[in-house]
């Protein structure tokens, strides 16, 4: 408790007890450090940091932190390929052949764009052979290359199956094709930040920070240029820990209705396969089909990794903090505009109807169905699983 300092941020009227909960998180030892940021009527109503980034104490975990959010860097994904939409670079119903003709290797030519986002893809899990390493990860040229020839997961056939890692080096390559060379990054930078940020210029300048003031701000792995926003993001991104080893695999041994007495969540029975049965698919999706490092270290920690935090992974790598994330979320959910964006509007009925839209109006249904890697019904749209 000696280590504890005030939380920072504020709450509007009816939302102090969120001061209380993160506290109790920090005092109980769940949480070592976090970031809440609720919008609720189009309005901020609360943001709030506390605790600390690691187990040293020395640095307070701050509004600025940047955290990577594994598959949250999913839904950011989605939108930005409905910016794309949006703009008239692609459509959902266009084979992906029609931007990347080698992805149509090994029964992949019928797979769609908007089978990709929805998980329907077929390239779930990787072959061993076509694992990248760390280093292929950082050349977009060599990872798509030796992605392009992965045999359909399932001869073909448009299974829901969660793309854990996957899904995301497979977009980015899509995004390259069809914009002429710009990739997921650089159309965050370039496209979507700036109007995000009210027209800033808020990228591409020797100082991102306007004013001191962090703008909303999402990486995909650290950049590389320019040195100004490398250095801003490589200093406030926080190394990931977890609990001890021996205390997950209780947790995930332990039945369900033992964790219910307790009042513990428990642990998916994909999970479980994915961590015990090796070569099932939940394995390979999950752990298999990852970078080397991922095999020889435990996770989260391997994701520390300075390598891996450079890469372009936009199913996994996303850097960015609770203020981003929430606001993109409250966007999409309103279907307000960033700067006159109709991709919103796109997210909301995607949402609402289980359908995707396309510029001319016509709907493209969405399936519901168990899905191969989760074993767990989903309805979803283009990486939303709805309830």
Known sequence: MRHRKPLVGFTATGYESLRGLLKKGYADGDDLGSQVSVWFGGNLVAELAGGFTDKTYSTQYNINTLQQVFSSSKFVTS???????????????????????????????????????????????????????????????????KIAGQPHNFGGKPVSAYHAVTRGWYLNEVARRATGGM????????????KLNGGNKVFGVEDPLSNGSFPYEFHYGIPDTPEALAHSVRSRVVQLDSSPIWYRLVHILTPAWVSKLFGQGSVPTALIKAVFLKGSVQNKALFGSGPAFVHNKMFPWSY????????????????????????????????????????????????????????????????????????????????????
């Open 304 to 387: 520390n990794d300075p390598t891996s935090r450079r890469s372009e992974s936009p199913s996994f790598n996303g850097l960015t903090n609770a203020r981003t994330l929430a606001r993109i979320a409250e966007l999409a959910l309103t279907a307000s505009s960033i700067a006159k964006l109709r991709s919103l509007k796109l997210v909301l009925d995607i949402s609402a109807k289980g359908l995707a839209l396309e510029p001319s109006g016509r709907r493209v249904p969405q399936s519901g169905s168990m899905d191969g890697v989760e074993q767990a019904g989903v309805w979803s749209g283009l990486n939303w699983t709805m309830e």
């Open 79 to 145: 939108m930005v390929f409905l910016h794309l939409i949006d703009t008239g670079r692609l459509k959902l119903s266009d084979p992906v052949v029609k931007y990347w003709p080698e992805f149509g290797e090994g029964g992949k030519e019928h797979v769609t764009v908007g089978l990709l986002l929805q998980h329907h893809g077929g390239v779930a899990f990787l072959d061993k052979e076509r694992v990248p390493t760390l280093e292929e990860m950082l050349d977009l040229d060599v990872l798509a290359a």
């Open 183 to 194: 990739s997921v990054r650089q159309i965050m930078y370039k496209e979507i930040l700036p």
